[in-house]
């Protein structure tokens, strides 16, 4: 069985699906791993490294795709790459199914079966393959290291004989996994941290960093899904949470918005009147820009200046982090791939309820009822 990776396309990414120490394993399990030449330096990891764990490398990215039984990848990978694999290929990645459905047609074209790391069910058995918690974590922290790079004060509180240096003040905007990521670093930087989300349970883990939980009466709606996810709240109780917000983010030097509800677009939770109202200096990381973003003003992948108020809007900081990004990722990656492989060969159990859910198309087929939806082929 052949697992090809490739070197990732997409302009700034720095990724690679599988770094040396996954590809041990894989080969453990009597697998075949080949490398484009060149994959895993931007990751920091080497041709050598790669042949050295097991795997072998070739520049030549066409007989690769013609024996790849599997193509690993973070992004999907460009339509004139799937049209070189073999009808049957196993692909499997970051496919934005939800969000670019109809992208996944030339996947069902070329019958290949393809593999979500999105749709990958929050279930306990699947924790060591959740790789968008994985890289939610990557996020929020770096969100903060950006916010203290740029932010002309200091994070912690100083006593010097020049006098005391107060501490930065942080807001953080829904508190999932990116939130309390960016809230645990933060408060690691010496920041004084506060947050808010519409689900109560995170108060608990909010206060358990050391950071004050903000509180809105939003009289007692349901705000979670069984999964323990956030759902679309009425505009009165999305309203209070603005107001809350709008008014503590005048205090605050730097406000981090994580929030977001699967499948619908981001909330807003800072409003253009909100950002004018802040301090010039202040600073803005919007986390949830490639959903339409939490902050009215907000440009995917751009920094602007409002008023002295700059706004972030990063759509792929995980790639800023390469090697850490890419590690456990390839980790989430490898848990996942290794529950198809039994006695090194592909073995695909569509019933399984981690492998169905997660497939996206196989044989010719729209798997996943969403997508299907999506691209107008449910039937
Ligand atoms: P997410 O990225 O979908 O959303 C981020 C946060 O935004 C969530 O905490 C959500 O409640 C919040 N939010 C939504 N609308 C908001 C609004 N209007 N105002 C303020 N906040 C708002 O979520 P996520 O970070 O992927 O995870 C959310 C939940 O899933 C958490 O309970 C987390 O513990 C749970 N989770 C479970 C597993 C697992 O069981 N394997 C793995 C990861 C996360």
Redesign the pocket.
């Known amino acids: 069985m052949n697992i090809v990776v490739l070197k990732e396309s997409m302009p700034d990414e720095w990724r690679v699906a599988l770094m040396p120490e996954s590809v041990r394993k894989l080969v453990g399990l009597k697998a075949s791993v080949y490398i484009e030449s060149g994959a895993g330096v931007s990751a920091a990891r080497s041709d050598d490294d790669y042949r050295e764990a097991g795997a072998q490398s070739s520049k030549d990215r066409d007989a690769l795709l013609e024996s790849a039984d599997v193509l690993v990848a973070v992004n999907k990978p460009p339509d004139d790459v799937l049209a070189k694999l073999r009808q049957g290929t196993v692909v499997i990645g970051f496919l934005r199914p939800l969000d670019e459905p109809a992208a996944l047609q030339p996947a069902l074209n070329h019958g290949l079966t393809a593999f979500s790391m999105e749709l990958i069910p929050?279930?306990?058995r699947?924790?060591s393959m959740?790789a968008?918690?994985s890289m939610?974590t990557v996020a929020g922290y770096k969100a903060v290291i950006v916010a203290a790079e740029r932010l002309p004060r200091m994070f912690p509180l100083l006593m010097t004989a020049a006098g005391t240096v107060p501490p930065a003040k942080v807001l953080v905007?829904?508190?999932?996994?990116?939130?309390?990521q960016a809230i645990a670093t933060a408060r690691r930087l010496g920041a004084v941290v506060e947050a808010?989300?519409?689900?109560s349970?995170?108060g608990e883990?909010v206060r358990s960093l050391g950071a004050s939980f903000l509180e809105v009466d939003l009289g007692g709606i349901k705000?979670?899904d069984a999964?323990?996810?956030?759902v679309e709240?009425s505009e009165e109780?999305?309203k209070r949470?603005?107001d809350l917000?709008a008014e503590r983010a005048t205090t605050n030097d730097v406000v981090i918005t994580?929030?977001?509800?699967?499948g619908r677009r981001?909330?807003?939770?800072l409003t253009e009147e909100a950002v004018y109202r802040m301090r010039p200096g202040s600073i803005i990381i919007d986390l949830?820009a490639s959903t339409g973003g939490?902050c009215a003003l907000s440009r995917p992948d751009e920094t602007i200046d409002v008023n002295g108020v700059t706004i972030m809007a990063p759509l792929n900081l995980p790639a800023t982090v390469p090697v850490h990004a890419s590690q456990l990722y390839s980790r989430n990656l490898t848990s996942f791939l290794s529950s198809l492989i039994k006695d090194g060969e592909l073995h695909l159990d569509m019933n399984d309820d981690v492998v169905g859910p997660s497939c996206v198309t196989h044989q010719g087929q729209w798997m996943n009822k969403r997508v299907a939806e999506a691209v107008g082929a449910a039937g």
């Open positions: 929050r279930i306990t699947a924790q959740d968008l918690s939610a905007g829904g508190a999932g996994v990116a939130g309390l808010y989300d519409v689900r349970a995170a883990q705000t979670e999964g323990g996810y956030a709240l109780a999305l949470g603005r917000i994580t929030a977001q509800v699967p981001a909330p807003l939770l949830a939490n």
